[in-house]
């Protein structure tokens, strides 16, 4: 099982997207930004230094949302989902090859890879968005 965690990164209402890039473990899927989490690191400490590494951003994480085991045919993963907040830097692609600021009722338009679907939803029914299957 490889433990993962995943931002839900907001500025102005909206939060970030980014699509896997084409060399990746599900290439063309959507996520949230994030990454592994190394030996002995804390969720909160890697998801600030995957966003700097992935996207060169600084971000500051905030308040755990969820986490969903998933088991795709060759690895499981744990997902951890924090939200966090976007502090400063422009983003640099270099693992994605797109990015996109999405408001919440527009989340259902993205395909997203697997693991991230249950959050998606919890996210959608947060806010508000509850006839949604
Ligand atoms: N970062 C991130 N990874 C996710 C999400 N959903 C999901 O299934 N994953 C999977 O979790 C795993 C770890 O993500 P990663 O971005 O560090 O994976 P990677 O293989 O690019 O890392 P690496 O190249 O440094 O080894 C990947 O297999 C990725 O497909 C998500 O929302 N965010």
């Known amino acids: 099982m490889i433990d993962v965690v995943a931002g839900i990164i907001w500025k102005d209402g909206r939060i970030l997207l980014a ?19 190394e030996l002995g690191e804390s969720a909160e400490i890697a998801l600030e230094r995957e966003l700097k590494e992935e996207l060169s951003i600084q971000t500051r994480t905030e308040d755990f949302f969820d986490l969903n085991i998933h088991h795709y045919s060759s690895v499981s993963i744990k997902l951890q989902a ?22 919440i009722q527009d989340l259902l338009k993205y395909d997203f890879a697997e693991a991230d679907i249950p959050l998606v939803y919890k996210l959608m029914q947060k806010f508000g968005y509850k006839d949604i299957n």
């Open 19 to 37: 699509r896997r890039g084409k060399q990746k473990h599900l290439a063309g899927k959507w996520e949230f930004p994030g990454g592994k989490i």
């Open 82 to 103: 924090y939200n966090s907040a976007y502090i400063s830097g422009e983003i640099c692609l270099s693992d994605h090859d797109k990015i996109e600021w999405v408001e």
